[in-house]
């Protein structure tokens, strides 16, 4: 490996396979496997903040990273390592992919790296980093995991580049364009994290790790409480959080850094349907997933991409015993052609899938509206939540105001407009408050919003053993 190569990596923004391990990992912690067989990837197990890990690092500089027989064999032993010791596996991806001239039997080898791939899923954390080309079938293998990290500007994942698209289709399109980090960190929703650079993505690989366990037998890690039982000014100002008028938007990362210790919120697809967050932090020094709906964006309505990231995420909180935490302000779901026709139907479905099944405690409140499918759909108690709370703001109803005096007074409305009006604050008064939900038992408790955190810590307690036995069945079949 010459020096000229390596410096110009260093000048292109990338580190060498085993720099990146270097940085991932606690100095000295790296036990590397096979490391008389050069072939174009580094493996190994080591520690990240005193937890073993297990990694594999492709080396461009070898064959452009590109996976042949050894290749792949060493990487399918540290996944069969990783598995059978319980401990997440972490990808350092940077390939040309399948071998040209090792041809099939390269192509063999990314079947084995899938299918461990599938069968590690749910069982240890799995990372992905594209910190380099990642092109054809071989983007399966990240695509397969929990979390993909993409390098902003030196990362691309594509399954046909721009010249065999610009063959076939005639379409022009730039690399960066087609399958960057921005691209499918904001559009395709493949990437849950655009790092600025290689130290960035690795450092966010760490934080994630905080938060998850080493497997699904394990609790994540409990850090020190940071947090006092007091009402804190930050818990005051929720009080003033959602404004007068019900159509004005307001922040919701407001009330999720209020509830989390340290307002520590490590945010996952933050730039990918920003009209939901979800993400993790810590409550009481315990890990907890958060699903929000944003009502600065979009006005908080639940479409197609919101639901697939929120749907995921609760599944994915629930394969690792991460309690769910939902904050409820929609209106609806988006309403249009477009959404209809892209299957709004079946793949809005997937997260009323991913509620139904979870059996991690699950706690809810709401914030302002809760209208109509979408207020079943996050995180009601019919779908199996174990806490529900609601804020006095809070309107729980199959409509809003205004869409549902239009429908039940058309005729009045139609023969004296100014009745309107009336009409609707009469609704307002009558059918969206809070109350009408509690007193059916739908929801626990009506509480002020500096009594927020309070009560999400104290049902988190009390919901810490929380057992629920599902009926045996092979696997379910979520609508995919
Ligand atoms: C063998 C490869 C290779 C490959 C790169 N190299 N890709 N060798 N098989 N797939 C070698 C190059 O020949 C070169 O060798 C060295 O790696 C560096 O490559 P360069 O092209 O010089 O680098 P760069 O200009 O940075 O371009 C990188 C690249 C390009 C964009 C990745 O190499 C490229 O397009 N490669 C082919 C990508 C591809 O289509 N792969 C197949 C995907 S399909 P020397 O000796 O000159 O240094 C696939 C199927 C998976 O993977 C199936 C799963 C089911």
């Not at 408790?445 to 036995?469: G, W």
Request: with cysteine; glycine share 10%; charged share 25%.
């Amino acid at each position: 490996m010459t020096d000229e190569r390596i410096a110009k990596r260093h000048a292109e923004g990338k580190k060498t396979a085993r720099e990146r391990i270097d940085a991932l990992v606690d100095d000295g912690s790296f036990v590397e496997f096979d490391a008389q067989i050069e072939d174009g990837v580094i493996t190994g197990y080591a520690t990240v903040d005193g937890r073993i890990i297990a990694l594999y690092s492709q080396d461009f500089l070898v064959k452009g990273g590109s996976l042949g027989e050894m290749t792949g064999k060493k990487i399918v032993k540290v996944m069969d390592f990783s598995l059978k010791s319980g401990v997440p596996l972490i990808g350092l991806n940077d390939s040309g992919g399948a071998r040209i001239q090792e041809g099939v039997v390269a192509l063999s080898q990314y079947g084995e790296i899938f299918k461990r791939n599938v069968r590690s899923s749910g069982v240890i954390p799995q990372i992905s980093v594209i910190m380099g080309p990642s092109a054809g079938g071989a983007v399966y293998s990240p695509a397969l995991t929990d979390f993909v990290i993409m390098v902003n500007k030196t990362s691309n994942m594509f399954i046909t580049g721009p010249d065999v698209i610009k063959a076939v289709t005639g379409e022009a399109v730039a690399m960066e364009d087609l399958g960057g980090g921005l691209t499918h960190s904001s559009k395709t929703g493949n990437s849950h994290y655009l790092a600025d650079n290689e130290d960035d993505a690795l450092d966010y690989v760490k934080a994630l790790l905080s938060f998850l366990p080493s497997n699904n037998l394990d609790d994540s890690p409990v850090f020190q409480a940071t947090e006092s039982m007091d009402f804190s000014p930050s818990d005051r100002a929720l009080d003033s959080l959602v404004p007068d008028n019900a159509n004005k938007p307001y922040d919701m990362r407001i009330l999720v850094e209020a509830l989390l210790d340290e307002a520590d919120f490590l945010e996952v697809h933050a730039l990918f349907a920003p009209n939901i967050l979800v993400g993790f932090g810590r409550i009481e020094g315990r890990s907890v997933g958060i699903i929000a709906n944003q009502p600065s964006q979009f006005a908080g309505t639940l479409d197609i991409d919101a639901s697939e990231k929120a749907a995921r995420f609760v599944r994915l909180c629930d394969a690792f015993g991460i309690p769910v935490i939902t904050l409820v302000d929609v209106p609806g779901f988006l309403p249009g052609t477009e959404q209809e026709w892209d299957g709004i139907i079946r793949r809005g479905a997937k997260l009323i899938y991913a509620y139904g099944e979870a059996s991690v405690p699950l706690i809810t409140v709401i914030t302002r509206k809760a209208y109509g499918g979408a207020y079943i759909v996050m995180g009601s108690k019919q779908l199996g939540a174990d806490v529900n709370l609601a804020w006095p703001s809070a309107q729980i109803a199959v409509m809003g105001a205004q869409g549902a005096v239009n429908v039940l007074h058309r005729r009045e409305i139609a023969a004296d407009p100014s009745v309107a009006a009336t009409l609707i604050k009469k609704y307002e008064d009558e059918l969206l408050n809070p109350y009408i939900a509690a007193d059916k038992g739908l929801i626990d408790a009506v509480i002020e919003p500096h009594q927020t955190r309070r009560q999400i810590t104290l049902a988190l307690r009390a919901l810490r053993n929380k057992r629920v036995d599902l009926p045996t069945r092979k696997h379910g079949n979520i609508p995919l």
